[in-house]
């Protein structure tokens, strides 16, 4: 009897002890250690009452959510791989949380200036209510962020982006400056590929993260896209040139359009629809896919532009911004204004305008209009303005000219490919014997390049 | 029997019974415990991510399933993003399994998570991110909507980074879910509303490889790329 009841006591406290274990009712399971918490806030001379006065345990206030930081600051590990040509080194990967104490005098919480999510003032740092709504990670990438500030590295006027005009410099000039965003960007680099103790959704955030900032807070890009060579052949057959290998395409179903540069790879264009070439497989060969991914679906969509077909588009990214510019029948010209979501004012009339050229005959690369007695005039898509015409006429033979990672390379009206090497013309080796009839270059989605 | 020992043998069987019910209930609890309690050693916040049995995982992952069970796991698990964790394979493996046994009552929650500009960030990526890791078709049209979710004017630079991000993990997600023919037309369709070049390149990348796997998929792509900036 008394051997039951002590198990039955027994077995009843264990239930509720192990109801207590479960994290979700245990208060001290997102509790922070009181001697690393003094620690930090002696480290980094964190001035806690401005957080919101000392808190180990709930994440919802901003002295806990600092501290979280710091510690994975602190205790984040990365694999050591072999260094490669690659190496910036901005900050060595094992020496984050020392860094980061060398550049802070002080961190305070505040909210003076309400469209910053943190500002660094000779070393201290004050954080915003923008801050205190972030991911984890994104508290971790300001607190970093900032610290590269003080040791004097400043932004510039964006040219693209959300920052893009503002009277606020938010930018830096490349990934080389070592700014800032580099900084930043390196650190989440390191967590995506030689993190070694982050959680996996940490991890896919920074990936993200990287990625896309990459394209907005940098004025060049340190990743872009890869191009290769896309091709029609005499009867419409498209193939890819890539790295010098050619490989064959399918065809549409309908006879082939002009062939375009779009922002996912190549498209044939009709002059109220594209249809999209697959440049990674083949097809259902009854199945034609219209192209909704690049701004050629401006084509089917009412953005201002009216009912008719447009008599050429093209779809240009000029540095790191975008353009998108039409040539209406009647000769009106105008480029998508992408804030206000719609077409600027049809504008500019010239009968003669035949087609939007964003090669020029020497190979600049830009937003040009071709007329039809072979003068080419510069157009600012930003303003909407024709400039002067290039000194340059289009050559009579010359059907198509490109630049494919940099390498320019021309279409004669007869059908041969050549590129420009060692300041000549020399046929196209990979297309050699084929007749070919439209070129242009096209992004690959398959990797991207990194710029060295 | 004598009529006392009789009632002593009742009073006994109604003990041993309470023992065997608290024996259960106190079993059931040790298999949850096992996954959710956090780790002393490391700083992981579960220990359940160092559990290297997977029978185990799979059969803990069902018991939080329930509605009852949902919300404050998915917190946890939010908060654990922001932790040190020494093994983020298995969480990775444990969180997939959590998510491919959510009911599909719980996905329009997922959905309204994470859309919700007053949750914090990491509940919201992780509420994408679940949906993602259901595998299921149905949360297709759920991350759809958060991909063509319109971004709203904040002032914020950081905090419309975070919009985008979302919305990109949210496009790579409709890659993993649903027949190939669904995923094109609605990565498609997302692409046809968006204006940010961010989100069409993720579309088409994420839409390049459904139509052909043996591509790299998106985040292979993406840490190649990474992992020639930084050094390793």
Partial sequence: MIRSFFFAVTAMFACTALAADLPVFDKEFSCFNKVDADRYVSDFNINVKSFGGMELCDSKLDTKKLFNDLSLVEQGAFDVAPQNVFIRNYVASAEYYKWLKQQTRGMNRGNDIPHATAYNSWGYFTMQDGWATLSTLGRVGVVIHEARHTEGYRHIPCTHGPYEGSSNDGCDKDYEYGGSHAVEMEYYGRVVTAGRNFHPIYKSMARLMAMGRSNMMFNKSPIQVREVLTALDKDGRPAIVDEGKVTVRDGLTVAPGRLKRASHGASLFYGKMTYAIDLYSFRDQNANMEDAYSYYKLLFLDKGQGPDPMKDFEEVDIGTRRFAVGIKNDGTISSYQFAQGKWGPFANQNANAVSILTTSPAGEHGVFVLMNDGSIYRYDALKMTYGAPLTQRWPKELAAITTVNGQMISLSTDGRVSSFQEKAWSEFLPLKGVSISQIVSSPIYDAFVVEK | ?232
């Fill in chain 2, 1 to 232: 029997m004598s009529e006392i020992s009789a009632a002593s043998y009742r009073r006994r069987m109604a003990l041993a019974l309470v023992v065997l019910v608290a024996a259960f209930i106190a079993l059931l609890f040790t298999s949850r415990t096992k996954h959710l309690k956090p780790s002393k050693n490391t700083g992981s916040t579960f220990k359940g991510a160092s559990n290297s049995n997977p029978t185990q995982d799979s059969q803990t992952a069902a018991t939080v399933d329930s509605k009852q069970d949902f919300e404050p796991v998915f917190e946890h698990e939010a908060e654990a993003i922001g932790r040190i964790d020494e093994q983020p394979a298995q969480t990775e493996e444990r969180l997939r399994e959590w998510a491919s046994n959510i009911p599909l009552s719980e996905f329009p929650k997922l959905q309204e998570k994470a859309l919700n500009l007053k949750l914090n960030g990491d509940s919201r990526f992780l509420a994408v991110q679940l949906l993602g890791w259901t595998g299921k078709s149905e949360a297709l049209s759920f991350l759809e909507n958060i991909a063509s979710n319109s971004i709203p004017p904040l002032k914020d630079e950081r905090a419309l980074s975070f919009e985008t991000t979302l919305r990109a993990l949210a496009i790579e997600s409709i890659g993993g879910v649903g027949e190939p023919q669904e995923k094109l037309a609605s990565l498609a369709r997302v692409a046809r509303k968006s204006e940010d070049r961010f989100l069409n390149d993720r579309a088409e990348r994420t839409a390049a490889w459904v139509r052909d796997p043996s591509l790299r998929s998106p985040i292979e792509q993406d840490r190649l790329a990474l992992g020639q900036i930084v050094d390793n």
